[in-house]
């Protein structure tokens, strides 16, 4: 168990559908970082945060956004869902957002089906 | 910029058998580098990492690494592979200094035969 907790597991819904995905850090982290893994494109960065402000993004669609809250918590928010936005959506934190050393730890991802 | 190669998306091997998986990787400075495994249904895990000192790296699972700078390699190996080594890998690079950002690779799916 990695300590990284993501909600739902599952997620079915329709193009043109707004979700939410929900990430808790493992205790004592401070980053929060999504990646979108599908088959064709491997696994992505998507953005990262350092407690509560974005730090960097990756290749996020303008219709994705995220925010990571004073308890540390993220959500990453898909809007105008597409059929090529289904993959699996992956939460990892960090102790810190600053030495590159630091292994990340992964949720067990929440995977996104859109009809 | 960084970036990371892994030689062969899918990779067989015979219980018992060596197991090597190939990572080559383009860095403009020294990095740091990752070894992940990912088991059917779950999150990505550490299995190793180098970041300074001995070029070979020992991690969980009896899998080691070793860090070959004039190759720009990082090829993960198994003496003997056991059933339950079937999973992903993923090798990772970040870069040393400031901002930490780290680049995966495709990803190889070892299959172990019994």
């Known amino acids: 168990d990695s300590g990284v907790t993501q909600t739902p597991k599952h997620l079915i819904t329709a193009t043109g559908q707004r979700v939410t995905l929900r990430c808790s850090p493992r205790?004592?982290?401070?980053?929060v970082y999504w990646y979108q893994q599908s088959l064709d494109q491997g696994l992505q960065f998507l953005i990262h945060?350092?407690?509560?402000?974005?730090?960097a993004k990756g290749n996020i669609l303008e219709r994705f956004s995220a925010q990571q809250f004073p308890d540390l918590h993220s959500e990453l928010n898909l809007s105008s869902l597409e059929l090529g936005d289904s993959a699996l959506y992956f939460c990892a934190s960090s102790v810190d957002g600053q030495a590159s050393n630091s292994p990340l730890h992964f949720g067990n991802g929440t995977r996104l089906t859109v009809t | 910029a960084q970036s990371v190669t892994q030689l062969g998306s899918h990779v067989s091997v015979s219980e018992g058998a060596l197991v090597l998986l190939r990572c080559n990787y383009s860095?403009?400075?020294?990095?740091?580098l990752f070894w992940y495994v990912q088991y059917p249904n779950q999150g990505l895990q550490l299995l190793l990492k180098?970041?300074?000192?001995?070029?070979l790296v020992k991690g969980i699972n009896g899998f080691e690494a070793e860090f070959k700078k004039s190759e720009t390699s990082f090829h993960l190996t198994k003496p003997s592979a056991h059933m339950s080594d079937a999973a992903e890998y993923f090798c990772a690079v970040s870069e040393r200094g400031g901002y930490q950002k780290v680049t995966f690779g495709i990803g190889t799916k070892l299959q172990v035969i019994p």
């Open positions: 945060y350092y407690n509560g402000e974005e730090r």
């Open positions: 205790s004592g982290d401070l980053s």
């Open positions: 180098y970041t300074t000192g001995a070029t």
């Open positions: 860095s403009s400075v020294p990095p740091y």
